[in-house]
């Protein structure tokens, strides 16, 4: 199994930058393919970003693409999603996931997620 434990999220203004930390537990987190995913207020959530296991693949969601940047450290057992000129409607509460498998986007792909943490952006 896998514990999953986010960390990083704060307030923040429109245009600023944050980094968000996702600490795993577990002798098996680098070949866990990694996944970031959010979740606003009255929406469902939805994917951000996904990286397999090696780090050497990585997916974006297209309000993702450009602006976030997901890597892995398996040394630390850390997955870290970069977070570059926020928006408003990037508020949401982001949640790390992980699968024993390849890489995906569908959230019912991953077993193992954290609590979240809450990422709020302001006009």
């Known amino acids: 199994q896998v514990q999953l434990v986010e960390s990083g999220g704060r307030l923040v203004q429109a245009g600023g930058s944050l980094r968000l930390s996702c600490a795993a537990s577990?002798?098996?987190?680098?070949?866990?393919?990694m996944g970031w995913f959010r979740q606003a207020p009255g929406k469902e959530r939805e994917f951000v970003a996904t990286?397999?296991?090696?780090?050497?693949?990585?997916v974006y969601a297209d309000s993702a693409k450009g602006r976030f940047t997901i890597s892995r450290d398996n040394a630390k057992n850390t997955v870290y999603l970069q977070m570059n000129s926020l928006k408003p409607e990037d508020t949401a509460v982001y949640y790390c996931?992980?699968?024993?498998?390849?890489?995906?986007?569908?959230?019912?792909?991953?077993?193992?997620w954290g609590q979240g943490t809450q990422v709020t952006v302001s006009s």
């Open positions: 996931a992980a699968r024993s498998a390849g890489i995906a986007t569908y959230i019912y792909s991953y077993p193992y």
């Open positions: 990286i397999s296991w090696s780090g050497g693949s990585t």
């Open positions: 577990g002798r098996t987190f680098s070949r866990h393919t």
